[in-house]
Nanobody, 119 residues
């Protein structure tokens, strides 16, 4: 079984920065890619970005491109979401996700980290 645990959420003023971390654990964890989704209050979850475990493929949603950066640490089985120039509309619960070999889509989800950007 794979577990994803996010950390680093909090309250930040508009224009500020925050860094989320996600640590994956599990005896047979073999990721194809890991990424981030977010959910605004009362809305559906939306894609933020992902990074492939092999190679250098990284993709972002249009509204975070240029402000958010995803990176990984393969040895630690961790990914990070560096969020700069935050806006009040970035306020959401952020979820770490993983796509692993043998499973379809984003098969594993963390429990989420709250990010609140004050105006």
């Amino acid at each position: 079984q794979v577990q994803l645990v996010e950390s680093g959420g909090g309250l930040v003023p508009s224009g500020g920065s925050l860094r989320l971390s996600c640590e994956a654990s599990g005896r047979t964890f073999s990721p194809v890619a890991m990424g981030w989704f977010r959910q605004h209050l009362g809305k559906e979850r939306e894609f933020v970005g992902y990074i492939r475990w092999a190679g250098h493929d990284i993709s972002y949603a249009d509204d975070v491109k240029g402000r958010f950066t995803i990176s990984r640490h393969k040895v630690k089985n961790m990914i990070y979401l560096q969020m700069d120039n935050l806006k009040p509309e970035d306020t959401a619960v952020y979820f770490c996700v993983a796509n692993v070999r043998g499973a379809q889509g984003w098969a594993y989800w963390g429990t989420g980290a709250q990010v609140t950007v004050s105006s």
